[in-house]
Each structure stands twice: as C-alpha cells, then as structure tokens.
C-alpha cells in the first residue's frame, strides 16, 4: 500500500501564510493533531516512512510513528513546492496582485516568477520520487507511507491517479489525515 499524510498545524497555516520551503515547525495544534494521528491510525501497517526534510513533516512523521519500528528517511524531492519572494505571504487568496494565487485558483495557468518553483517541476521530481523509490517498495508488497505538505503531496496524488492540472487539488489535503493512494 502507498499512503500520504500532510503535516499538522504550524503558526503560519493559523495565519494563512504561504510557507512552501520555509521551514516553519509545528505549534502545540500540530503536535496534537499528530499525537491524535499516532491513535487514530494504530493499526495501519508501515513498512517505512518518505518524509520531507522540513521540520514540520518531520517532526508529524516521528509523532505519528513514536515507538513503532518503522524507518524514517528524508528525501529532499518531498520537500513542498518553494514560493520565492512570496513565502511568508499572507491572505493570498485575497490579493489577486500576487501571483502565486493563481495557484490555487487556476493551476494550469500557474506561471512561477519571483523565485517560485513551477507546478511542471513540482510534479516532475515527486514523480521520479515515485518511479524510483515508492512504486517499487509497493510493487514489493511493502507498505509505505509519505509524510508532506499540501501542494507536494496533491503532486503525488496526481502522478499516482493521473489528475489533470485542473484538478491539481480536488483531492483535498488536510493536515494529519492519512490518505490511501494504492
């Protein structure tokens, strides 16, 4: 099985920040929220843990799987998608100004300026991420779990079901919830 969990709450997600690489670690919610994971999925199965190098992925992986033998390693192609001079942002889906918005609201017609990672390059390295390291384990009968952030882990969720751009984030991705993806 292949599952993704995005990380709990941080203070900028409280603040409607836009953090992407900023690496902003989980506030006391977070920890709750990944303490309350940690019960809620007891029962599953993980063979191994993906994880994001950021410390709010992180620190949700090691909560989530505290006194379980379950490895954690960091690959840096789970980092979540950079937003340049943008990150820190607030409000974003208020400010039609600023062009990460567009993100959101239309990421097909996304364009990255200002040092921003573009959405083809976000879905190209979580795709080879997948073809090189989780598909394979899957493929195995292992059972791997992938701890992220929003914008990377509706990346995996398109690579694994073929959503087109449009649909980049139907899926949903709340913090702490387990999402099984095969």
């Given at each position: 099985?292949?599952?993704?969990?995005?990380?709990?709450?941080?203070?900028?997600n409280l603040e409607y920040k836009l953090q992407g690489g900023t690496d902003i670690p989980l506030n006391d919610?977070?920890?709750?929220?990944?303490?309350?994971?940690?019960?809620?999925?007891?029962?599953?199965?993980?063979?191994?843990?993906?994880?994001?190098?950021?410390?709010?992925?992180?620190?949700?992986?090691?909560?989530?799987?505290?006194?379980?033998?379950?490895?954690?390693?960091?690959?840096?192609?789970?980092?979540?998608?950079?937003?340049?001079?943008?990150?820190?942002?607030?409000?974003?889906?208020?400010?039609?100004?600023?062009?990460?918005?567009?993100?959101?609201?239309?990421?097909?017609?996304?364009?990255?300026?200002?040092?921003?990672?573009?959405?083809?390059?976000?879905?190209?390295?979580?795709?080879?991420?997948?073809?090189?390291?989780?598909?394979?384990?899957v493929k195995e009968g292992k059972d791997v779990l992938i701890v992220g952030h929003g914008a990377m882990n509706?990346?995996?969720?398109?690579?694994?079901?073929?959503?087109?751009?449009?649909?980049?984030?139907?899926?949903?991705?709340?913090?702490?919830?387990?999402?099984?993806?095969?």
């Amino acid at each position: 099985m292949l599952y993704i969990m995005r990380h709990g709450k941080t203070d900028w997600n409280l603040e409607y920040k836009l953090q992407g690489g900023t690496d902003i670690p989980l506030n006391d919610m977070g920890r709750q929220m990944a303490a309350e994971a940690r019960e809620r999925y007891k029962d599953v199965h993980f063979d191994v843990c993906y994880c994001s190098p950021l410390v709010r992925a992180r620190e949700t992986a090691e909560i989530l799987l505290k006194d379980r033998d379950v490895p954690i390693i960091i690959d840096d192609r789970l980092i979540e998608m950079g937003f340049g001079i943008y990150e820190g942002t607030e409000h974003v889906f208020d400010k039609p100004e600023c062009p990460v918005r567009e993100l959101f609201f239309n990421p097909a017609g996304y364009k990255a300026v200002g040092g921003a990672e573009s959405i083809e390059s976000l879905i190209a390295r979580t795709g080879d991420f997948l073809e090189e390291i989780a598909y394979p384990l899957v493929k195995e009968g292992k059972d791997v779990l992938i701890v992220g952030h929003g914008a990377m882990n509706s990346a995996i969720i398109g690579n694994v079901w073929h959503k087109p751009l449009e649909k980049f984030w139907e899926t949903g991705i709340e913090n702490c919830k387990l999402i099984t993806l095969i």
